[in-house]
């Protein structure tokens, strides 16, 4: 994370003026889940929603207010097109593993950026997104994970070939949903 992203912790949440009460419910929903998992440094959290909802800033204020605490020295956050880019390499040079990626895979913080943006087609791409999330959806009761996605996670079918499988792994989790662009709205 970027030095000004650093900085950000739960007394920067603020909640906009939004007009529409469930947007402001879904933030202040959306607040209580980041002191949960702040507090539990377990389970599974999709935040997922408009562009602009606050969902990258959910992220990264749950690694700073775990750093912060002492709680999580060891967190980490990526977009995921970064991850694909590291697992492209992996995957020219024949090589099945690397650190970066054992370290994803077990890492007791990982916060994903933007899960749902790559090339869906590609089957390659969906096998190695879903190791990951799988591998971090079976170690929820001892490890936090943090997905952001705009793609609404309810609405996929498991049987569908899209990302059902991805959908339903987060389903099992906290979906915490942000509607509506924040970045102008004044603060109430």
């Known amino acids: ?20 009460a469930d947007k402001r419910k879904q933030r202040d929903t959306a607040a209580a889940a980041i002191r949960q998992a702040v507090h539990d440094r377990t389970g599974l959290y ?3 929603g408009d562009y602009g909802g606050g969902k990258t800033l959910g992220l990264q204020i749950v690694l700073n207010e775990q750093r912060e605490s002492g709680q999580a020295l060891d967190g980490y956050y990526a977009p995921f097109a970064i991850i694909l880019d590291h697992l492209r390499s992996l995957f020219n040079q024949r090589e099945q593993t690397s650190t970066y990626w ?19 087609t590609s089957d390659w791409q969906r096998d190695m997104l879903f190791v990951l999330v799988d ?6 009761a001892s490890h936090l994970t943090l997905f952001a996605t705009n793609d609404d996670p309810r609405k996929a079918l498991p049987t569908s070939d899209s990302l059902g499988y991805l959908f339903s792994r987060m389903r099992e989790g906290s979906l915490l949903e942000l509607r509506g662009d924040v970045r102008n709205a004044k603060e109430a």
Do not use: H, I
């Open 102 to 120: 054992d370290r994803l895979l077990s890492v007791p913080v990982l916060a994903v950026d933007e899960v749902t943006r790559f090339n869906a």
């Open 46 to 48: 999709t935040f997922w």
């Open 1 to 20: 994370m970027e030095v000004a992203e650093q900085a950000r912790r739960l007394s920067y949440w603020k909640t906009p003026a939004f007009p529409d």
């Open 135 to 140: 591998t971090r959806y079976r170690r929820r």
